[in-house]
């Protein structure tokens, strides 16, 4: 019976995804850390080989891809629709991206890829999945970062694409901002840098055409409350707050409720954000723009059930996470993912 309701649920999305059902799902996912079992001389992944301190198998590997599958397919029988754009982070190459498309519940949504490698000292990248029977693809780029004053910093490339929505110019940005090692504070103006960068990217897309709607999502590693974001990409998050060159953020509200998207030292963070162009905020009636939640007052959710949460031991209610050190959880990712609806 449960093998009949699935294939049953695989063939509404499969009639749904060919006939483009509206509101559109827009989602962002850090897959922490899905490296191939191969071991690249080019990057730093010795440690997800099989000889390396992880162990890392096609047993795990194939685990990991299970489990990403499980997360998307269920936010596609959310909406019976699948997403139409997925920007995801911490992926070693386009073939990664390959065998999680190629997984047998997410290979209706026949989705294609833009996918930049990285000079990312770790070999991880950022890139996007997309349906090509809703968002019709006319270009991409990656734009790598580049901090003042430090040549030798490498780090993950912003990368873009940019095409049509029932006939509307979209124009998305995926991006991994530094990380915080060395210490928030102490680490911060790399972030910054990389906001001031971002903000450039779509200040001058929007200059050469204002009607393009722009929606810039990534694993920011600061808070949706932060000076990076708030200040770097002027990210307001009330719509009514929204000006003349602000975004809209609908993270902020989430994080000012208490919601998060990973969790350390017993605290919850949303370093996961979404946020949109003043045009999807405040669109006139009859363009596509961005829509609250469900009936929630959020226009933007945090997607997660109960098999993603970590049971017992240290960190339990947790992000159920792929590794904690070398040790194997068989989870899903050490982030929950987010989303948006765009729709007119």
């Known amino acids: 019976m449960k093998k009949n309701l699935l294939t049953g649920l695989v063939a509404v999305l499969i009639a749904v995804a060919c006939f483009a059902q509206k509101p559109y799902k827009v989602v962002f996912y850090n897959f922490e850390n899905l490296f191939d079992t191969i071991n690249d ?14 162990q890392w198998n096609s047993v795990k590997y194939g685990k990991k891809l299970a489990n990403l599958e499980r997360v998307l397919f269920d936010m596609a029988a959310e909406d019976k629709d699948f997403p139409v754009v997925i920007g995801v982070s911490e992926i070693e190459n386009r073939s990664v991206m390959e065998d ?92 910054e840098e990389a906001a001031r960068q971002v903000k450039h990217i779509v200040d001058s897309v929007m200059a050469k055409n204002p009607a393009t709607k722009v929606v810039v999502m990534g694993d920011l590693n600061d808070d949706a409350t932060d000076k990076s974001v708030v200040e770097g990409l002027r990210a307001k998050g009330k719509i009514k707050e929204v000006q003349k060159g602000d975004m809209f953020n609908p993270f902020i509200a989430l994080l000012k409720a ?75 990712s050490d982030h929950f993912p987010v989303y948006i609806y765009i729709a007119k």
């Not at 226009?299 to 050190?325: A, C, D, N, S, W």
């Open 41 to 54: 001389p080019g990057v730093k992944d010795e440690e997800f080989t099989p000889e390396g301190p992880k």
């Open 100 to 191: 999680v498309i190629a997984q047998p519940k997410l290979a209706h949504g026949n989705y294609r890829i833009v996918h930049y490698d990285s000079p990312d000292a770790r070999g991880v990248d950022v890139a996007f999945f997309y349906r090509p029977d809703v968002f019709k693809l006319e270009g991409s780029k990656a734009h790598p970062f580049v901090m003042p004053g430090m040549p030798d910093f490498k780090t993950r490339d912003f990368v873009t694409m940019w095409g049509t929505i029932e006939g509307e110019p979209f124009f998305f940005v995926v991006n991994h901002w530094p990380s915080r090692l060395g210490g928030k504070e102490a680490s911060s103006p790399k972030r």
């Open 258 to 332: 208490g919601y998060g998207t990973l969790a350390y030292r017993d605290e919850w963070n949303l370093f996961d954000n979404i946020v949109v162009s003043e045009n999807l905020a405040t669109g006139s009636t009859g363009s596509l723009k961005i829509q609250p939640v469900g009936k929630s007052k959020f226009y933007g959710g945090i997607f997660h059930r109960p098999y993603m949460f970590q049971k017992e031991g240290q960190y339990k209610g947790y992000p159920l996470r792929t590794f904690v050190g070398n040790d194997f959880q068989g989870g899903f």
